[in-house]
């Protein structure tokens, strides 16, 4: 049976080091977190914040791997003792989905924790209203965008009503009013039940008047701050803001200014001419309940047309899953459009024409760059230099120039440091800034990102913005698909533009 009440979680000299890293990532950490506790977790990117997360729901040294030291405990027992004791929301929520329908898929760890069939149903339709899912449980998980998948994982820790919920950045994927409907059932299914919560966000304005604690870690994973979210703030708020951390109330920073060198096309169009042109483009995706005559399909984007010129941010915005990343693909010649096409400037045409996605993969890396919005599906090679190297080295380009892009690229976004690190032990702030990185050292004339300053702290957004800023005006033709309001003024104001969806279609 799924329990309710809260528990206690002991964190008692916890030091992990990442196997590859020469520094741990958190280094003798103490915290009690006392049962029904509402706590928020903050500090800089890559300040060991996730790490953190997994620890407490028992997961270092079971999913990663490094060398670990010291205890945590909830309700003195080892997390893993009791399943379903801890609800563990991840940073990339793709990475929880199990199944293939939703319900199946926010039904797997009722299963896992032997919930009587009978009451899985209610649970499950319980959950799924909790987390503002759009559709039924007869969805296809493999259709869902990242902010829909966001909350079928969310979805899935809710119906556990674990005595611990972890949420590490639930809603950093979601338009405003989705994430206020999140963090208002969120609050109100820990209320009702007695949770233990803790959540991690970089944005913490809107979590602030709602938790009881804020522990705040420095960029050695240190606590430097612990107390009521409020009396924290007020106390050292000019210094947590130099730290990285979203300050509410404080004004935005401005993007970093870049050497456009590091930013410069290699291949090149007229000022201002259109770089890529999308017309009429639809994309449908398949039948959710399997492929029979007469199901409904899915329609993601439908007549969309837009175009990009040298030298111009474009700005996507809407709603979760209102087709932002399936054009942004379509756009990067990756996803084949079933109706309409993408086509490239004449000078850029490829050996079979000017339509995007039938260009040879060399012809499309020279020309244009993707940015995924999840970046671990971006990520191809093991260390961190490798992995900005690729493009460069397919498109045999002189190695020891593209090596020195890649290095200032890696100083510019403070992962100088980790260059010879596992990519794959990088945090999800980090691992968005290196792709970003990868997608520029090759110099594109078309980049196209998607949700690039998602888990940034304010210094590392500073670097992005700058970065896809220093490219729009070296010449390149910048896509962005965002629900970050604040990285939306600053890449279209001035230089740039905004297009918004809504269900596929530009509105």
Not at 175 to 203: F, I
């Amino acid at each position: 049976m799924p329990r309710t009440g809260g528990g206690r979680v002991d964190v008692r000299g916890l030091t992990w080091r990442p196997s590859g890293r020469r520094v741990p990532v958190l280094a003798g950490l103490d915290l009690r977190i006392e049962p029904g506790e509402k706590v928020l977790l903050a500090g800089a990117s890559g300040s060991g914040k996730s790490t953190l997360l997994r620890a407490i729901a028992g997961l270092l040294q079971t999913t990663d791997v490094g060398e670990l030291s010291g205890e945590v405990s909830v309700d003195g027992r080892h997390p893993q003792e009791r399943a379903g004791t801890v609800g563990l929301l991840l940073q990339d929520p793709s990475a929880a989905v199990v199944a293939d329908r939703v319900g199946r898929d926010v039904a797997f760890g009722l299963e896992n924790t032997r919930t009587p069939p009978d009451l899985m149903p209610g649970l499950v339709a319980g959950a799924l209203r909790a987390a503002g899912f759009p559709y039924d449980e007869r969805r296809s998980t493999r259709t869902l965008s990242g902010g829909e998948t966001q909350r079928l994982a969310l979805a899935g820790a809710l119906a556990l009503r674990p005595q611990v919920l972890l949420l590490d950045e639930p809603t950093s994927m979601l338009d405003a009013d989705n994430a206020a409907r999140v963090r208002r059932s969120v609050l109100a299914a820990c209320e009702q039940q007695g949770t233990t919560l803790v959540v991690v966000e970089h944005q913490i304005g809107p979590w602030v008047e709602h938790l009881d604690r804020c522990v705040v870690l420095d960029r050695s994973g240190a606590v430097i701050a612990d107390g009521r979210p409020g009396e924290v703030l007020a106390r050292l708020g000019e210094s947590l803001a130099a730290e990285g951390i979203w300050v509410p109330d404080l004004p935005a920073p401005r993007p970093l200014s870049v050497d456009p060198v590091l930013v410069t096309p290699t291949l090149h169009v007229p000022v201002g001419e259109v770089l890529l042109a999308a017309e009429r483009v639809g994309v449908t995706y398949g039948s959710p309940f399997g492929g029979s005559a007469g199901e409904p399909r899915n329609v993601a984007l439908d007549d969309v047309s837009c175009v990009l010129h040298e030298g111009e941010s474009v700005v996507l915005g809407g709603g979760s899953g209102a087709g932002k990343s399936t054009l942004l693909a379509a756009l990067a010649g990756l996803q084949a459009p079933d109706r309409g096409a993408v086509h490239i400037h004449p000078r850029l045409a490829g050996r079979k024409g000017r339509v995007l996605h039938r260009l040879t993969s060399p012809e499309l890396a020279a020309r244009v760059a993707w940015v995924p919005q999840l970046p671990e599906h971006g990520l191809v090679t093991h260390t961190v230099l490798d992995e900005l190297l690729v493009s460069a080295r397919a498109l045999g380009q002189p190695a020891a120039a593209a090596e020195r892009r890649a290095r200032a690229l890696l100083e510019h976004l403070g992962l100088a440091a980790l260059a010879g690190s596992s990519v794959h032990h990088l945090s999800g702030g980090e691992q968005r800034r290196l792709v970003v990185a990868a997608a520029l050292v090759h110099g594109p004339a078309g980049l196209l990102l998607d949700e690039p300053t998602v888990g940034q702290d304010r210094n590392t957004w500073a670097a992005v913005t700058g970065l896809c800023l220093a490219a729009r005006n070296a010449g390149a033709a910048v896509g962005v698909a965002t629900h970050d309001a604040v990285a939306t003024h600053a890449l279209v104001s001035p230089g740039g533009r905004t297009l918004t969806l809504e269900r596929g279609r530009l509105t």
